[in-house]
């Protein structure tokens, strides 16, 4: 029994190191990739890692539209094999998450969400009972939220505009009140160019401005 016991703790320890490793590793290599477009954001960044699993990038001073943003890299728990499987059952994958501050305010207020994602099933927990619902979405669709119906020409504008810079979108949130603009998707194609990346959420965050 002893000797199970010993095995088990090798093994969680060693599949803790390994997965801490792989998403640091993750995580500085797409740092390296952001920084040629995060200028297009704010020429200051501070950078702060949560933990093996999340690192937040933060730009107090933004150029416009943006009053302020927040970018997190959230990677799916690889250190911790037991939350890893839990995580996946429920549609927890690595994410890049912005939440920003606009100088404009929105005029509008919905929420587009992939209710088979983490992200979405979250946020669709505290939409308003008495907004419409355009299409309640299936996992990898995503379905609308709004508070008027006329929102709905505006609102899927800005998502498709969002779907031709990420190959996922979790979750676009746009709302009166801060933070106005909320974007979860999939980690970006390093191998695409991250100025032509940036500037896809730069027109996003434009076109959810009031």
């Known amino acids: 029994m002893n000797a199970v016991i010993g095995i088990l703790a090798v093994a969680v320890v060693a599949w803790f190191a390994v997965g ?7 995580g500085r290599a797409l740092m390296r990739w952001m920084q040629g477009g995060l200028s297009l ?3 200051r960044t501070t950078v702060r890692w949560l933990g093996s699993t999340a690192v937040e990038l933060v730009i107090r001073e933004a150029k416009a539209p943006f009053a302020a ?4 890299l959230f990677f799916e728990a690889r250190d911790l094999p037991w939350m890893w499987a839990i995580g996946r059952l429920y549609g927890r994958r690595d994410t890049l998450i912005l939440r920003g ?4 305010a929105p005029t509008i207020d919905f929420e587009a969400l992939d209710v088979g994602s983490w992200s979405g099933r979250e946020a669709s927990r505290r939409i308003p009972t008495d907004w419409l ?12 939220r709004f508070a008027d119906a006329a929102t709905l ?12 810079g990420a190959s996922e979108v979790f979750r676009l949130s746009v709302r009166t009140t801060t933070p106005h603009i909320q974007l979860h998707i ?3 194609d390093r191998r695409k160019s991250a100025r032509e990346f940036f500037q896809c ?8 401005a009031g």
Do not use: W, Y
């Not at 801490?20 to 993750?26: A, D, L």
């Open 201 to 208: 959420l730069q027109l996003v965050a434009e076109g959810a």
């Open 101 to 104: 501050d606009l100088r404009n």
């Open 133 to 144: 619902v355009h299409q309640v979405g299936q996992r990898g669709a995503l379905g609308m």
């Open 20 to 26: 801490s490793i792989r998403n640091i590793g993750r």
């Open 153 to 164: 020409p505006r609102a899927s504008a800005l998502v498709s505009l969002a779907q031709r």
């Open 186 to 188: 999939g980690l970006p």
């Open 69 to 72: 943003v927040t970018l997190i």
């Open 41 to 43: 954001f704010g020429e």
